[in-house]
């Protein structure tokens, strides 16, 4: 396996160990950035304002205690050896939850769950024997639609929490690492330097996001380091120096103590110390770019006692020096003579993991929308080597200026703390809630395992959040009105995206209307290839039926192509196009189902057309060799009107292979044909699976080889001739008799979301040259 790419633990379980350390050392970079630089933040927050330490110290220890168990509990127990487990294909996330879940249970509300879909090698489903032993809670879920909607508001809250912490840590940590300022100038000018400062940094950080992370994260990982090492070196020194008797602070007893001694104010200053986790999601969220072991291996060895080493040092130095004239923070802790040389590491670590939250929300944004729950924007792959690194301008630029104005406004680590660890904590509830979920439904654990696990670590994290909510007019606001704004806009996407797939199921015609057009209604069949697109994986979408309504003419070549997101992360090339013959062979009429994952990438055009071609070449081909082949033709071919469909993989060879055939066929062992003798997909489809044997020699009748032969003359000289793309361009209104809410959610919303966001043939690079649009209304 390359390191940069990554991959799943099973595959990472085959490398030496060298390959694994060396994916632990990058994972430093990326991973745990965020994680890292919360020592600068977690004790000014705290200490803001709800309490004070006093000479016994109690205050101090039991911060300290609340801290270390916190990063016990939350990033080593839970994540690192639980949620981690809990990968789809190797890939981490809320979305990678929740694709896990539709999987394995019938709750997906996107017509992602087809017979076109189960047959992928990626898409694993339960076996028949496990299917038996369905658990009640299993039968609950799927039996209650409404529950379907409560679990897809459940994954867009986590997602929206996510990009809202992609707004707040770089204004947190940025200016958390500058505020080291304050103890070179004078009292009061501070503040004028640092806001200035932590903007220009800012806004240099997202200036340069399209370049791609890979062009300097090279210097990620060995900045971590260097961080790390400073924290825990600081740490060593103040417990030695100043406090060798603070490691009696770790024991649970300091928390009742702190907690009896400061009653609510203790309570509420919960949310300063929720900090000190922040980052913690990114360790299962970056999973699908390393790897289980290489990122258990940096938590455990690097990064956990690293960060125990600071906090430790921290309370060991705030114990022997009660300040009352100066705020407690980090860089008090540190001796004068190093603290410029940490001052620079401080702000370079905020950069890091300000860059990590960064591309961790463009990742979670693309999943969005490949899941179609999200407006279509620009996604640019700024990596042709590493998968991954994208780059989405409307979504750098707001969240640019949105993130300055949060260092503008604040002005205050105290609230953008309190913000941050709202969003912070909000997704992690999500993830333990989808979690349990996993135990019962994909991992089978007794459903009491999985209430354990949700009691448990839902307890702990439902104080802190708890903690966090009451400091709503303190900062806490923000994250929750845009994640109410966000759910908003994803819900009314995602709702009307549905009801356009109902819309267009619901007017399809059946191939019979397609089959009946001829010279004699004075249709025309012109040169050329028409890539008909439609959400349809059957029948004939109205798109369609209008253009030849208006235009009564179609290509010679016709293939109606249909573009799916399924829930799993990446499609196998060899699975990418799914071909089938609409009509007799001599209708020249196919269709190509494309399949995409949710972190997939969109090809190009030209690679697209090409590979679209050389699919259609082979599939011919193996149509000929299964004709050929079959001993009982009826089963094969049916009616006139079935539609078979291949799995067809796409290789460079395919194209010296175009311009001949020959008697000698390749060996294409276990390709699927999907028997759909129904227009609209029967609850069992009829599969007929062939191996053609391994001898090279396989002779075709002449008959045969005379029309195969023509059949690939015709499409090769439509491609020559050019190709044209059909798409229906479509205005959504909501139905008259809809309720308020629908006509403002549909009519106002949707359209307006609509216009202003990327077109689909801008999303599926069509030149505008070579597109033809078709006017469609959708009543929904």
Known sequence: MDPEFGGSFNSVKKESWNTVLLLAYQSLGVVYGDLSISPLYVYTSTFAEDITHSETNEEIFGVLSFVFWTLTLIPLFKYVFIVLRADDNGEGGTFALYSLICRHAKVSLLPNRQVVDEELSTYKLESVATMKNRSRVKEFLEGHKTLHIVLLLVVMLGTCMVIGDGLLTPALSVFSAVSGLELSMSKGNHEYAVVPITCFIIACLFALQHYGTHRVGFLFAPVVLVWLFCISTLGVYNIIHWNPQVYRALSPYYMYIFLKKTKKSGWMSLGGILLCITGSEAMFADLGHFSYTAIQIAFTSVVYPALILAYMGQAAYLSKNHHTDTRIGFYVSVPECVRWPVLLVAILASVVGSQSIISGTFSIINQS???????????????????????????????????????????????????????????????????????????????????????????????????????????????????????????????????????????????????????????????????????????????????????????????????????????????????????????????????????????????????????????IRLDATFRSCSSDRNVLEGSNNVNRLTVVGSSSSLASQNSRISNEIEENNHELVVDESTETPPPVVKRVRFAVEESTEQVMNPEELNEVREELEDLWSAQEAGTAFIMGHSHVKANPNSSFVRKIAIDFGYNFLRRNCRSPEVVLRIPPASLLEVGVVYIV
């Open 369 to 619: 929308q490949s899941l179609g729950c999200f407006p279509r924007v620009k996604v640019v792959h700024t990596s042709e080597k590493i998968h991954g690194q994208i780059y989405i301008p409307e979504i750098n630029w707001i969240l640019m200026a949105l993130c300055i104005s949060v260092a503008v406004g604040f002005r205050d680590t105290k609230h953008m703390g309190n913000a941050s660890g709202l969003a912070v904590i909000s997704v992690m509830l999500v993830t333990t809630c989808l979690t349990s979920l996993v135990m019962i439904l994909c991992w089978h654990k007794p459903p009491l395992l999985a209430l354990a696990f949700l009691l448990f670590f839902g307890s702990v994290e439902a104080l802190y959040f708890s903690a966090s909510l009451i400091k709503f007019l303190e900062g806490a606001w923000l994250p929750i009105l845009l994640a109410l704004f966000l759910v908003t806009v994803m819900y009314v996407w995602h709702y009307a995206t549905i009801k356009k797939y109902e819309f267009d199921l619901h007017n399809k015609v059946s191939i019979d209307w397609l089959l009946a057009l001829g010279t004699s209604l004075g249709i025309a069949r012109v040169p050329g290839i028409g890539l008909v697109y439609t959400n349809l994986i059957t029948g004939i979408p109205a798109n369609f039926t209008r253009f030849v309504t208006n235009l009564p003419a179609f290509h010679r070549v016709l293939v109606f192509v249909c573009v799916k997101s399924v829930p799993v992360p990446f499609i196998p090339p060899a699975e990418r196009y799914l071909i089938g013959r609409v009509g007799p062979r001599d209708h020249r009429s196919y269709r190509c189902i494309v399949r995409y994952g949710y972190r997939d990438v969109h090809q190009d055009v030209d690679s697209f057309e090409s590979e679209l071609v050389d699919s259609l070449t082979e599939f």
